[in-house]
């Protein structure tokens, strides 16, 4: 049996975590679809669910391509109050978010999940998400800040200044 799709979830280790992808139900990937939009990403039509819940089926028609991938992402990152954590040796590019009371963490986050809206604004689509858990955040102080800053920027709408928060790990 298949899944729905996949999601974001920290796996432990000897020490620390690390973030894997693993197989998500149909509740999984209707709640992403949820968070994302809640979040600030582009609005996500659902065209159907099957009677078994095996399938999703949804289609973002006003989803036109990016002009400038990476200032497009940030542009998109930044409408869903999103902060890069800082630390943590991550492999791949994700951000923290806070949404219904709850921190997120946001990825797969390439070129096809980089899309404009109708109005020509640079949003997200279709990108994984998992839960940041409350263990993780305790274990890892470079997820607790990027958990505490996408709380204020959510709450008051504007980003925390940090040098490092928005400049990739291989500029560094």
Sequence with gaps: MGSVGKKLIFKPRSQGFEIDVSDATWRDTILKISVLNHAGGLPTEF????STGDYVIVKQPLAYPYENFLRDRQIAE???RGIKPVGGELR??????YSDDEFWLVGDLHERNIMRDPQGHPTIIDALIGRVTPLAQRELSWLRKACEDAKSFRETGTKPTNPFLDVEDDDL
């Design 92 to 97: 791949q590019h994700l951000f923290v978010t």
């Design 78 to 80: 930044d409408l869903m």
């Design 47 to 50: 065209v159907g669910l099957a």
